[in-house]
């Protein structure tokens, strides 16, 4: 019954009463019996050693403890004195990982085979309430093998029930041992179903090749498609980990993608007589030494769109970034270069002028570099950033502010050819505090540029017909290499006030900054395309930023102060509050968000003006589980709301809420020629311990669709989860409803069973 016992093991016996029968060769332990023998235990009320046979037989409330934590609960046993063999009667056994067997009898054979006999499997624990309740599941079987040398389980003539009702009848199957992590054979299948793809079965099987390598092999079987088959291959070693996975489909309906408008509705080519589609992707993480790691992430396929029609795992995103990388860390020293290709995995064909995927980069290399001394200068913290990029495109991306007219460009966000840029710059800055509370942070700051230019005719044709649009008045600068600096003084004062009583304390911090610089050199125009902070954003959590750009290719110039107050309370009873207003100016010199760039990346953001509009923002929270936040841009004199977005949500049982709305007004030259209102509502419930109801749903109240809705249902105990999902998506343009269904089932220790993820993404 026990582990094998070491050799040269002495036996240990504690016991209130020895009584020795040298006639029959038999001693016999009565009242606490404790049996300690290579690391087993065993404990009972009554123990009876026979010298003759080396049996013992335990009996009353007996527990043996094996030294690999299995637990053996029983009123008799009969084992041999090296615990190798042995019988047993109405036995219960829990194994160190919360599996449980029970059994009439059990035999143990051999030191590993031990077999059961009508016995029960599980891995739900007992109700502590009422220990005679049917688990949430559990194998009935008339024999049950538990070979310890192979790690398996074998259930023969069983039945599988579920909350006590029995489901399936089962002659013969096997599991590995639930102690083992790693071990050959067929996973449970599992199921998926996609209008284009019919209904699809999937049928794993893992090789456990090695403790540091493995491989799974999956066969897919769907109604209108035919046979996917997926390989992946995983190794360990010492310093990292990498991946190979392989998939491929000769589709037997490619027609099946063909919307009721004669649209191809998946990049996959319709009606090729090919009809093959594949993929490969690769994933990997090294550690050189305790300071650098390198990895990749990579993935090529057939077709911009195949792992995500096929959901092929961890390969399916909607957009994804492949990358090979080489990073170092060390205290307050930051080192990373990488080679990235963003993949739009989109239902667009190759050919369509409007597909993002042909439009994206490849970026060859990035590099971040960023040091802080561990010493102060002058008093003050001292940090140095270096940023250097090369990008190159093949396709030329524009936004025509008139689809029907190709010289209608309203703004680049990417040119077709080559472009390259090196940044450093250096920041000293230092903190005094006046006797009044004030706090002073005087700030020094020096960037440099270099980089060039090589763009192809048709992006030099875009440029100069965004450059006759007067409402753009895009520069025309063609220049194919340059060299920049910009040099910032700054000063920001904070004045942080306590106010407190019984119960509350409350912080207001009026703030402003001062920031005096040169203008903003070589703006618009090909002389730095801006690829990398096209996604400028004004509102309150961007307030106080030195330069409010998002990336490195534009920077702010000119003289600007930022001017605000801060507040945050605490309560006794547990709730909190904050908030934050302000508002920019610009002092003198050249105002860099009214100097447009070929994405036009300032325009109606609230900072265009020399007053910029008002922004701000009021959160709270409360330990009942309610949080709430308010944030909004407003016209600097009408006070109209540009931009705007309310939270709510409550966390809490037996149910959760939440909301959100946003309002950004239109800016057309930044490609958005409407406003764009959404409400976004999702709830979940506990409708008992282990069930839950939740659902969401997505509104454009602009063009009055449901953009995205879905519900879902859910069980979940200590040894199995179910989820069953149905949503609903809508394509704003062709209004085309996309429908999906998913359920998952997973039994603790014997696996999962349905699609591989939930059709709804954003349920909590």
Same mark, same amino acid.
């Given at each position: 019954m026990a582990a094998d016992v070491p050799a040269g093991s002495q036996m240990l016996l504690a016991a209130d009463t020895l009584v020795y029968d040298n006639d029959n060769q038999t001693v016999t332990a009565v009242g606490g019996v404790q049996i300690d023998y290579g690391g087993n235990r065993l404990v009972a009320q009554r123990v009876e050693y026979n010298r003759n046979t080396k049996r013992l037989v335990a009996s009353g409330n007996v527990?043996?403890?094996?030294?690999?934590?299995?637990?053996?609960?029983?009123?008799?046993?009969?084992i041999t004195d090296d615990f190798a063999d042995g019988f047993v009667n109405a036995l219960r056994v829990e194994t160190v990982d919360k599996a449980y067997f029970a059994a009439e009898s059990a035999e143990r054979m051999g030191g590993v085979l031990t077999t059961f006999h009508n016995g029960v499997y599980t891995a739900c624990e007992p109700c502590e309430d009422q220990p005679d309740k049917a688990p949430t599941w559990r194998i009935k079987a008339r024999k049950i093998i538990w070979n310890g040398e192979k790690k398996t389980v074998r259930f023969e003539n069983s039945n599988f029930e579920f909350f006590g009702f029995p489901l399936a009848y089962l002659p013969a199957f096997e599991i590995a041992d639930p102690t083992v992590k790693r071990k050959s054979g067929f996973l449970i299948p599992g199921i998926a179903y996609k209008s284009e793809l019919g209904v699809g079965v999937k049928v794993p099987y893992y090789f456990a090749?090695?403790?540091?390598?493995?491989?799974?092999?999956?066969?897919?079987?769907?109604?209108?498609?035919?046979?996917?088959?997926?390989?992946?291959?995983?190794?360990?070693?010492?310093?990292?980990?990498?991946?190979?996975?392989?998939?491929?489909?000769?589709?037997?309906?490619?027609?099946?993608?063909?919307?009721?408008?004669?649209?191809?509705?998946?990049?996959?080519?319709?009606?090729?007589?090919?009809?093959?589609?594949?993929m490969m992707g690769t994933k990997g993480q090294f550690a050189i030494n305790p300071r650098w790691d390198f990895g990749w992430d990579v993935l090529l396929q057939t077709d911009k769109n195949f792992s995500r029609t096929y959901a092929i795992e961890d390969f399916n995103e909607s957009v994804h970034h492949s990358s090979i990388y080489l990073t170092g860390l060390n205290g307050r020293n930051y080192f990373d270069v990488r080679a990235m290709r963003f993949e739009v995995q989109e239902k667009t064909l190759p050919d369509d002028p409007t597909a993002r995927a042909g439009k994206q980069?490849?970026?060859?290399?990035?590099?971040?570099?960023?040091?802080?001394?561990?010493?102060?200068?002058?008093?003050?913290?001292?940090?140095?950033?270096?940023?250097?990029?090369?990008?190159?495109?093949?396709?030329?991306?524009?936004?025509l502010s008139d689809p029907n007219n190709a010289a209608s460009v309203n703004n680049v966000r990417g040119i077709e050819g080559q472009s390259g840029r090196l940044t450093t710059e250096a920041e000293w800055k230092r903190t005094f505090t006046t006797d009044g509370g004030l706090l002073l942070t005087p700030l020094?700051?020096?960037?440099?540029?270099?980089?060039?230019?090589?763009?192809?005719?048709?992006?030099?044709?875009?440029?100069?017909?965004?450059?006759?649009?007067?409402?753009?008045?895009?520069?025309?600068?063609?220049?194919?290499?340059?060299?920049?600096?910009?040099?910032?003084?700054?000063?920001?004062?904070?004045?942080?006030?306590?106010?407190?009583?019984?119960?509350?304390?409350?912080?207001?911090?009026?703030? *402003?900054? +001062?920031?005096? #610089?040169?203008?903003?050199? $070589?703006?618009? !125009?090909?002389?730095?395309?801006?690829?990398?902070? @096209? /996604?400028?954003?004004?509102?309150?959590?961007?307030?106080?930023?030195?330069?409010?750009?998002?990336?490195?290719?534009?920077?702010?110039?000119?003289?600007? *102060?930022? +001017?605000?107050? #801060?507040?945050?309370?605490? $309560?006794?009873? !547990?709730?909190?509050?904050?908030?934050?207003?302000? @508002? /920019?100016?610009?002092?003198?010199?050249?105002?860099?968000?009214d100097s447009p760039d070929l994405v036009n990346v300032g325009a109606d953001s609230g900072l265009e003006t020399e007053t910029s509009d008002y922004v701000g923002l009021v959160g709270f929270n409360s330990p009942s589980g309610v949080s709430g936040s308010v944030s909004g841009r407003f016209d600097e004199q009408s006070l109209e709301v540009r931009r705007a977005e309310v939270k709510a949500a409550y966390s809490g049982l037996p149910i959760s809420?939440?909301?959100?709305?946003?309002?950004?007004?239109?800016?057309?030259?930044?490609?958005?020629?409407?406003?764009?209102?959404?409400?976004t509502l999702g709830a979940s419930t506990q409708l008992a311990e282990n069930w839950r109801v939740f659902g969401t749903g997505t509104y454009d109240l602009e063009?009055?669709?449901?953009?995205?809705?879905?519900?879902?249902?859910?069980?979940?105990?200590?040894?199995?989860?179910?989820?069953?999902?149905?949503?609903?998506?809508?394509?704003?343009?062709?209004?085309?409803?996309?429908?999906?269904?998913?359920?998952?089932?997973?039994?603790?220790?014997?696996?999962?069973?349905?699609?591989?993820?939930?059709?709804?993404?954003?349920?909590?």
């Open positions: 527990e043996v403890i094996n030294s690999d934590g299995t637990k053996i609960y029983s009123q008799h046993v009969d090749l090695s403790p540091t390598y493995d491989l799974t092999v999956t066969g897919s079987g769907y109604t209108k498609q035919g046979f996917l088959g997926e390989a992946e291959w995983r190794q360990r070693f010492n310093n990292g980990q990498y991946s190979l996975k392989v998939a491929g489909i000769r589709q037997e309906d490619p027609d099946e993608f063909i919307d009721s408008h004669g649209n191809n509705v998946d990049s996959g080519s319709a009606g090729d007589p090919n009809k093959f589609r594949g980069p490849w970026v060859l290399p990035s590099l971040d570099y960023a040091y802080i001394p561990d010493m102060a200068v002058g008093g003050g913290q001292l940090s140095f950033n270096v940023n250097a990029q090369a990008i190159s495109r093949e396709r030329l991306d524009r936004i020094l700051a020096l960037r440099g540029d270099v980089g060039y230019v090589n763009a192809s005719s048709a992006s030099l044709t875009a440029i100069n017909q965004m450059a006759m649009n007067p409402e753009i008045n895009a520069s025309d600068d063609m220049r194919t290499s340059l060299a920049r600096y910009m040099a910032t003084a700054g000063l920001e004062m904070r004045w942080p006030v306590l106010f407190s009583s019984t119960s509350s304390s409350h912080i207001f911090e009026p703030m *402003a900054q +001062v920031f005096v #610089r040169p203008n903003e050199q $070589y703006v618009g !125009g090909l002389a730095v395309p801006n690829e990398d902070a @096209q /996604s400028f954003v004004f509102d309150a959590t961007t307030l106080f930023e030195r330069d409010k750009f998002s990336g490195y290719d534009r920077m702010e110039g000119g003289t600007r *102060a930022n +001017v605000g107050l #801060r507040y945050s309370g605490a $309560y006794d009873n !547990g709730w909190s509050t904050n908030a934050l207003f302000g @508002q /920019s100016y610009q002092l003198g010199g050249r105002n860099s968000f809420l939440s909301a959100k709305y946003a309002f950004i007004q239109a800016q057309p030259l930044y490609g958005f020629t409407t406003d764009r209102h959404e409400v063009q009055s669709v449901l953009v995205r809705d879905g519900v879902g249902f859910a069980y979940s105990d200590s040894c199995f989860t179910y989820l069953m999902t149905f949503s609903e998506s809508r394509d704003l343009e062709t209004k085309e409803v996309s429908q999906n269904i998913g359920f998952n089932l997973s039994f603790r220790t014997l696996g999962d069973f349905g699609s591989s993820q939930s059709s709804i993404d954003t349920i909590q």
